[in-house]
């Protein structure tokens, strides 16, 4: 599968706003030298190869890891501690956050479900505590052979329950709290990522910090340069002294602040457009493509892939031979009202129109406007026919001029809009297809509403679109 590191990173910055600074802020580079993805504290390195091996999903979670080994700066904190013990903890903090988050864990991902309760440090005691326990239990059973006891088959068991462990991690499966083996500690990597610039990174900074202590003006000269590129230890400073449990709580506020913004946002525009047109013309551009958020062929009445058929109703022989007689079997038509009041804005309307491009997949098209009034319908034959539309509106909304605008003899009738407008009064047998979170209830209708993640979705385009205009 292919990656696209501006795609994941507008992703990134919807689910973990709390971290956005970093997120942007942050470098992201190719490295084949290394067989996953690692940070040193400054850049993201990933190799292209291993990402196009995920999910897209597993690949949001790869660069999520990471930007949160930055965010609570695990490098500089791993000072003085047992490296293979911190890598572990580190890992499964962050990996039980993210899944929680809804990411899947990628393969060969530390994996201890107990790290949720947990900081850094805190789970970096217990295992800590645990591996010290256990080394004092290996090294009386050695006593105990060198004593010629009879613990040999123990030993024996012990060994080969080692090695299980190590082949159980080289075939990616995750690593547990019961699982620090010694012998894996020549190598301090761990779970899917690598850790091994952490100590040359560590080093650095100690090194960087003794000089500017020292007075000496080249490297404090470098060092401001560095900061005067790039914001990205300011923003870690105001994270990183927080707790993981904390800062993730955090996010998830910040996510849902983001989300009933959105919402005031919209509501703002119905409240402000009240029951008026402006019958303003506007034009879309690159509208784009996306995949459908229903399927139309089932939703679609009567939806068939052709438009002939070889009839023998009408038949007649020849020569003695039964000559079928060629019908039209028309396909299903449809007829799409989109909602361009107030509320609605480009981004929005864009969403309406890729879905239309969709449906026309599968039936006759033709698409109108309304806000307060009806600005009629426009056939559409080609996809071209949606990008060179001219859409009317701007005003309030009624609900009740759209569903009198429909004709009796389509079998599919299809309203998009947010939803924010009083019901009609006249029951039809419609779709809404409802962009929002305000529940609907037509009389006689079916409604789709669309879920959180495309709310996320337009929250993204809508931020992307901000972004670019500055």
């Given at each position: 599968?292919?990656?696209?590191?501006?795609?994941?990173?507008?992703?990134?910055?919807?689910?973990?706003?709390?971290?956005?600074?970093?997120?942007?802020?942050?470098?992201?580079?190719?490295?084949?030298?290394?067989?996953?993805?690692?940070?040193?504290?400054?850049?993201?390195?990933?190799?292209?190869?291993?990402?196009?091996?995920?999910?897209?999903?597993?690949?949001?979670?790869?660069?999520?890891?990471?930007?949160?080994?930055?965010?609570?700066e695990?490098?500089?904190?791993?000072?003085?501690?047992?490296?293979?013990?911190?890598?572990?903890?580190?890992?499964?903090?962050?990996?039980?956050?993210?899944?929680?988050d809804?990411?899947k864990?990628?393969?060969?991902?530390?994996?201890?479900a107990?790290?949720?309760?947990?900081?850094?440090?805190e789970?970096?005691?217990?295992?800590?505590?645990e591996?010290?326990?256990?080394?004092?239990?290996?090294?009386?059973?050695?006593?105990?052979?060198?004593?010629?006891?009879?613990?040999?088959e123990?030993?024996?068991?012990?060994?080969?329950?080692?090695?299980?462990?190590?082949?159980?991690?080289?075939?990616?499966?995750?690593?547990?709290?019961?699982?620090?083996?010694?012998?894996?500690?020549?190598?301090?990597?761990?779970?899917?990522?690598?850790?091994?610039?952490?100590?040359?990174?560590?080093?650095?900074?100690?090194?960087?910090?003794?000089?500017?202590?020292?007075?000496?003006?080249?490297?404090?000269?470098?060092?401001?340069?560095?900061?005067q590129?790039?914001?990205?230890?300011?923003?870690?400073?105001?994270?990183?002294?927080?707790?993981?449990?904390?800062?993730?709580?955090?996010n998830?506020?910040?996510?849902?602040?983001?989300?009933?913004?959105?919402?005031?946002?919209?509501?703002?525009?119905v409240?402000?457009?009240?029951?008026?047109?402006?019958?303003?013309?506007?034009?879309?551009n690159?509208?784009?493509?996306?995949?459908?958020?229903?399927?139309?062929?089932?939703?679609?009445?009567?939806?068939?892939?052709?438009?002939?058929?070889?009839?023998?109703?009408?038949?007649?022989?020849?020569?003695g031979?039964?000559?079928?007689?060629?019908?039209?079997?028309?396909?299903?038509?449809?007829?799409?009202?989109?909602?361009?009041?107030?509320?609605?804005?480009e981004?929005?309307?864009?969403?309406?129109?890729?879905?239309c491009?969709?449906i026309?997949?599968?039936?006759?098209l033709?698409?109108?406007?309304?806000?307060?009034?009806?600005?009629?319908?426009?056939?559409?034959?080609?996809?071209?026919?949606?990008?060179?539309?001219?859409?009317?509106?701007?005003?309030?909304?009624?609900?009740?001029?759209?569903v009198?605008?429909?004709?009796?003899?389509?079998?599919?009738?299809?309203?998009?809009?947010?939803?924010?407008?009083?019901?009609?009064k006249?029951?039809?047998?419609?779709?809404?297809?409802?962009?929002?979170?305000?529940?609907?209830?037509?009389?006689?209708a079916?409604?789709?509403?669309?879920?959180?993640?495309?709310?996320?979705?337009?929250?993204?385009?809508?931020?992307?679109?901000?972004?670019?205009?500055?």
């Amino acid at each position: 599968m292919n990656f696209n590191i501006e795609s994941i990173k507008n992703k990134m910055l919807v689910k973990y706003p709390f971290f956005g600074s970093i997120v942007a802020n942050v470098n992201y580079k190719e490295d084949t030298d290394i067989s996953t993805a690692g940070t040193d504290g400054q850049i993201i390195y990933y190799n292209p190869k291993f990402l196009e091996t995920l999910s897209a999903e597993e690949q949001i979670f790869i660069f999520a890891h990471e930007v949160c080994h930055i965010a609570f700066e695990h490098i500089t904190r791993s000072e003085g501690k047992d490296a293979y013990v911190w890598n572990i903890a580190t890992d499964a903090v962050i990996n039980q956050f993210l899944k929680r988050d809804g990411l899947k864990l990628v393969k060969g991902g530390v994996d201890i479900a107990e790290a949720i309760n947990y900081n850094a440090e805190e789970l970096y005691d217990k295992l800590l505590k645990e591996k010290q326990q256990s080394q004092s239990q290996n090294g009386q059973g050695n006593q105990q052979n060198q004593q010629g006891s009879s613990s040999s088959e123990q030993g024996q068991s012990s060994s080969e329950n080692s090695q299980k462990q190590n082949k159980n991690q080289s075939q990616g499966q995750g690593t547990s709290s019961s699982e620090l083996d010694p012998l894996e500690e020549q190598n301090q990597d761990v779970g899917h990522d690598t850790h091994s610039m952490w100590k040359d990174a560590l080093k650095e900074k100690k090194e960087s910090k003794f000089t500017k202590e020292n007075n000496n003006p080249k490297m404090e000269q470098k060092q401001n340069e560095n900061q005067q590129k790039s914001k990205l230890q300011q923003e870690v400073n105001k994270i990183s002294e927080m707790k993981e449990q904390d800062a993730f709580n955090k996010n998830l506020e910040e996510k849902r602040k983001k989300l009933e913004e959105l919402k005031k946002s919209l509501l703002e525009q119905v409240m402000k457009a009240g029951t008026s047109t402006n019958g303003s013309q506007i034009t879309i551009n690159n509208i784009g493509k996306s995949k459908p958020l229903v399927d139309w062929r089932y939703i679609l009445r009567e939806a068939i892939k052709y438009d002939v058929d070889w009839s023998y109703k009408n038949s007649y022989f020849e020569d003695g031979v039964l000559i079928p007689n060629l019908e039209e079997q028309p396909m299903p038509e449809t007829e799409i009202l989109l909602d361009t009041s107030g509320s609605i804005n480009e981004e929005l309307l864009k969403n309406f129109l890729r879905e239309c491009k969709n449906i026309l997949q599968h039936s006759k098209l033709k698409v109108g406007c309304f806000d307060t009034e009806f600005y009629g319908f426009h056939e559409i034959k080609t996809e071209e026919d949606i990008e060179n539309m001219t859409f009317e509106g701007g005003g309030g909304t009624d609900f009740d001029v759209a569903v009198n605008a429909f004709t009796n003899r389509v079998e599919n009738k299809i309203i998009f809009t947010d939803g924010e407008a009083n019901m009609p009064k006249k029951a039809l047998d419609a779709i809404w297809i409802v962009f929002g979170e305000t529940k609907i209830n037509p009389k006689g209708a079916k409604v789709i509403q669309i879920d959180e993640e495309q709310l996320n979705s337009l929250y993204s385009h809508e931020e992307k679109h901000t972004k670019q205009n500055k």
